[in-house]
């Protein structure tokens, strides 16, 4: 059955070390999204891609934060040099839009759970 | 952007007893989606409610929605273990603005 995909599932990195977590959006879909989660922020969108090319990424920290969509089955979320204040859970979620749709049904990856020491 | 705030944060009932949680949001928005997330787990889609919907059902879940006060609720029927989780509302603005998502309300249901 379709399911978006997220590799690393756990990554555990020392500060200053280069992270890249990567994810496999549900074939077909056309927007793909990365969100952070923590408890003190709850769900943040990070940056979103449509088509593969990036819409909107000023939710992410654009100084050590890199988004990119190689091509259609394939998203990669970059941090480099990674901070423990990046500790975090990341999702990429995928949905399938049209011209004129609104935003529906997100399909969420299982998450990479970062922790940076 | 706007977020969706869920009330309460936490929520703690007996199996079978219904649950009921809140969502606020600020600006006019296109729909409102409600999602649930298992510990570990990514979110899952449970119900869209649209700008001109008043309410919706879909199985034990039953959605309402009053833009008048901006809000919403989510209805959870006959409780079950199984509906443990945190849930967490997400609104789409006019401007098509992807979704918002809140902090969540954490649900327990205890067997």
């Known amino acids: 059955d379709a399911r978006v995909t997220q590799t690393p599932r756990d990554k555990v990195t020392e500060m200053g070390q280069e992270v890249t977590m990567r994810c496999q959006p549900i074939?077909?879909?056309?927007?793909v999204f990365w969100y952070r989660q923590t408890m003190m922020q709850g769900l943040e969108l990070l940056a979103y891609?449509?088509?593969?090319?990036?819409?909107?990424d000023s939710g992410m920290p654009k100084d050590r934060f890199s988004a990119e969509m190689p091509d259609a089955t394939l998203a990669t979320l970059k941090i480099q040099p990674s901070e423990p204040r990046d500790s975090a859970v990341y999702f990429c979620?995928?949905?399938?839009?049209?011209?004129?749709?609104?935003?529906?049904?997100?399909?969420f990856g299982p998450g990479t759970r970062l922790t940076v020491l | 952007s706007q977020q969706g705030e869920e009330d309460p944060q936490a929520l703690s009932i007996q199996e079978g007893e219904n649950a009921t949680m809140n969502c606020s949001y600020k600006?006019?928005?296109?729909?409102l989606q409600w999602y649930r997330q298992n510990s570990g787990r990514g979110l899952v889609h449970l119900i869209l409610?649209?700008?001109?919907?008043r309410e919706k059902h879909s199985g034990r879940l039953r959605v309402t929605l009053d833009t008048s006060k901006k809000s919403s609720s989510l209805l959870i029927t006959a409780s079950r273990a199984a509906d443990t989780a945190s849930y967490f509302c997400?609104?789409?603005?006019?401007?098509?603005?992807?979704?918002?998502f809140g902090k969540g309300t954490r649900l327990s249901v205890i067997a």
């Open positions: 600006t006019s928005i296109n729909n």
């Open positions: 979620a995928s949905a399938l839009l049209g011209f004129t749709s609104s935003y529906n049904e997100q399909f």
């Open positions: 997400a609104t789409v603005d006019r401007g098509n603005t992807p979704l918002v």
């Open positions: 891609f449509r088509n593969r090319a990036p819409l909107d």
């Open positions: 409610i649209r700008s001109n919907e």
């Open positions: 074939l077909g879909h056309n927007t």
